[in-house]
């Protein structure tokens, strides 16, 4: 029967009970959201570090300039040539990486990859129309390729007569 009843005058005893549970539910709660927080701390202070170190490694790249203007037009070659045109953005902010220290070496790897396809089409498609023509497609394809380095070389040299002219 004494269940059932309310105690008016609670004795010191229950009291404590009933202080040092509210206790250790606090000082458990507490204990909780200083994990919690820690965690979240600890996660924060790990994904600081994560993002000092990509920086730091992005900074301190080294150039590829092979990758940059002969590795990525070859590949903008075969996608133009099967029509893949979308894979030119990543290839082309590929190429931006991997030449740091030369910001616009992307429009060059695009002027590369867009000739470089052209020429390719145009010696593919030539050879589908003349198929008997082989050997006249074929010089004439060689031509270009062998006048596009010449351009290029006398351009290098004019370059460096100039170069040479401003030092005097």
Known sequence: ??????????????MMFVYIGCA?????????NVI?????????VAAARVATTA????????DRAWLAMVAVPLAMNASGLTELWWLWI?????AASCTPAWRWSW???????????????????SLGQWPTQRYVIGAAWACVALYLAGA????RQFRE????GHRR
Not at 1 to 11: K, L, Q, T
Not at 90 to 94: D, E, I, N, R
Not at 107 to 125: D, K, N, P, R, S
Not at 161 to 164: G, P
């Open 24 to 32: 250790v539910v606090h000082d458990m709660t507490t204990v909780t």
């Open 107 to 125: 429009v060059l790897t695009f002027q590369l990859g867009a000739i470089g396809t052209e020429w390719a089409y145009v010696g593919a498609t």
């Open 161 to 164: 007569l100039r170069q040479r």
């Open 152 to 155: 290029a070389n006398l351009h």
């Open 1 to 14: 029967m004494r269940d059932n009843r309310v105690i008016r005058n609670p004795s010191p005893e229950n």
């Open 36 to 44: 919690r927080t820690t965690r979240g701390v600890v996660d924060a």
């Open 55 to 62: 920086r730091l490694v992005w900074m301190q790249r080294r």
């Open 90 to 94: 990543p290839l082309l902010l590929g």
